[in-house]
């Protein structure tokens, strides 16, 4: 599990990322919201530990910017703003949970746990690894490669990479993707859908000419 640290006081990132190692997390770590988005942009995470209160963008914008832009990477929130009206603003902009500082590290530990395990897909069949070509999805670690080099995806993305691997030769239409892939299915379109699968298929290169779209019948991977 790889997880981002982003806070302007170097010392607080030093100690999170190293007693995070010592866990047994891979660790990054940026200075300012300005530093990590493109980071976000071109690495996967699987959580990232956002401070609030930064100079120029805040935690609470960089949050707001992720989700905009549709990614759902997890977020905790590390703040000393600990008013109920800044919690509910750290919610509203798309946390996944929110602590307050000061704090103990054993109390980090346990909410990425939890947010963790909230956020990964179980495989009920008992399948590790699906392959297909030159491409590897690592169930486990909820991974994916080309040609052994890791293809960074969005959660969203990768859930409908695993439904469409999983049931090859099925087809999908855009409604039965959303009620698979999005947990709150409220306000999400057809378009959505399409902009999902057309950035997964960038990101997979010469693979994603097995993701199809038949048109009547939906969308299917293809040997």
Known sequence: MRIL??????????????????????TERAYSAEAAL?????????????????????????????RENEDDTPIIFLTARDAESDMLDGFSSGADDYVTKPFSFPTVLARIRAVLKRSQTTDPTGVEVLCHGNLTVDLQRQMVTRDGIQVPLTKKEYNILVLLMRNKGEHFSRQQIIDKVWEDNTFVTDRSVDVHIARLRKKLGSASDSIVNHSGFGYVFVE
């Open 5 to 26: 640290v982003v806070d302007d006081e170097p010392d607080l990132c030093e100690i999170l990322c190293f007693n995070l190692e010592s866990e047994g997390f891979e």
């Open 38 to 66: 493109p980071l976000l942009s071109c690495c996967h995470y699987d959580l990232v530990l956002l401070d609030v209160m930064m100079e120029n963008m805040s935690g609470f914008e960089m949050a707001r910017q992720m």
